[in-house]
């Protein structure tokens, strides 16, 4: 999984930083993450099969692919924003998510943040909470 680390971090509650400064390898496998994450395989599995069917449809798209009716979706924080403002963009922080999630879930969504990985770990939570056409673009380098 391309996000392995911010799967670990965000949805086993296991932060990797904090589980190689205890000198603890990754788990590498569904018995590894379920005595770290001290859930059952069953458990486990489950878990990573809901993730699988989060991306059934590629999450990040390439910018040729974006249509033009896509609402922007900015997760940067405060600091991140004022610096480099997004004209039209919509602040996930700044709005009432409840709101705007019954509007958002046959609407193109593309989200952007500091990094990739910032912006794949919200369109996930989107998707999650059924916005299916939530996006992030593509690293350039990545091609």
């Known amino acids: 999984m391309k996000y392995?680390?911010?799967?670990?971090?965000?949805?086993?509650l296991l932060p990797p930083t904090l589980?190689?400064?205890s000198g603890k390898d990754l788990p590498s496998s569904i018995g590894d993450l379920a005595v770290a994450a001290d859930l059952d395989?069953?458990?486990?599995?489950?878990?990573l099969a809901r993730l699988d069917a989060l991306q059934e449809v590629p999450v990040e798209v390439a910018p040729g692919d974006v249509p033009g009716d896509a609402i922007l979706v900015d997760v940067r924080h405060a600091d991140e924003?004022?610096?480099?403002p997004v004209p039209g963009a919509?602040?996930?922080q700044e709005i009432d998510l409840s709101?705007?999630?019954?509007?958002?879930?046959n609407a193109t969504l593309?989200?952007?943040?500091?990094d990739s990985s910032q912006a794949w770990s919200a369109a996930m939570y989107l998707r999650d909470?059924?916005?299916?056409?939530?996006?992030t673009l593509r690293d350039q380098a990545q091609g």
């Open 4 to 12: 392995w680390e911010v799967v670990l971090r965000e949805v086993f």
């Open 110 to 114: 593309l989200v952007f943040g500091r």
């Open 90 to 92: 919509v602040c996930l």
């Open 99 to 105: 709101d705007h999630l019954p509007a958002w879930r």
């Open 41 to 47: 395989p069953q458990e486990v599995t489950r878990i």
């Open 81 to 84: 924003r004022a610096l480099a």
């Open 129 to 135: 909470h059924g916005c299916v056409r939530a996006f």
């Open 19 to 21: 589980l190689r400064q």
